[in-house]
């Protein structure tokens, strides 16, 4: 599933790709679940001819600033845009004004279209990491209130938006914790290393254009059909059976609230 650095690597190229200022004409819906907000019908009576004024992202969203609302898209496990046709799985078609058109593919079907006039749909998101509001006090206030595995309490997006389960395993190995321990038993120092180790592992998520886990095109790749190069850059994720990076000990893999989680079993004990 993108996570916050993929997505924030979409955004980028969709925002280099010359679409601010320019009108969405029309689109073509092809898997209808697709369109969560509003109907189909209205949606496509909606999108007609709005500008894109800018394009931003808020946790793993895609909102794209419109002339008369904006349009909020979450790609879940599979989505993709893409400015060349893809040989399958596509779902909607947004015709630019320009000539072009942005294709929407997910091979899954989990993704989802929210077309608003407001921005309310974005109420119950949490606390960006890299926004001002994301400071050691907030998180140290957060973890201290509530009693909670570690892991399923990042993961909980309306907490701390845009972590999944990449970046919160790597995150909580830089902190060297492990990822059962309760939000509000961490030292003061855990607390620290969180704080810091979160934004570092999304930075070098964002650095490295994101992650591409296996060759399968349901893959994620970025707007320009490039793979990610994070996933050569991982300490934890997937790299069970191999030694720590740290500590040299074998990296080992469990289930976590259900999730595959990797760990140290000597640096997070």
Known sequence: MPELPEVETIVRELNHSDLIGKKILRAEVFWYKTIAIPQV???LQAIENQKILKI??????IVFHLSLGYL?????????FLFTLPCKHERVRLFLD?????????QRKFGRFSLSKTLDLMENIGIDPFSKEF???????????????????????KYIAGLGNIYVDEALWEA???PERLSNTLSERQIQELYAAIPKVLEKGIKNLGTSLGAHRSNYYSV????GGNQYKLNVFRRDGEPCARCGEMII??????RGTHICPNCQS
Request: hydrophobic share 35%; with cysteine.
């Open 56 to 61: 931003t992202r808020q946790g793993k969203y």
């Open 253 to 258: 893999k469990v289930k976590v609230a259900q």
């Open 176 to 178: 060297k914790i492990h």
């Open 72 to 80: 909020f898209v979450h790609l879940r496990m599979t989505g993709k």
């Open 135 to 157: 400071t050691l006090e907030f998180l140290r206030s957060l973890l201290c209130s509530h009693s909670r595995q570690i892991k399923p309490f990042l993961l909980d997006q």
């Open 224 to 227: 320009s059909g490039r793979k």
């Open 41 to 43: 019908s209205e949606f």
């Open 98 to 106: 320009d000539g072009r058109i942005l294709y929407y593919a997910d």
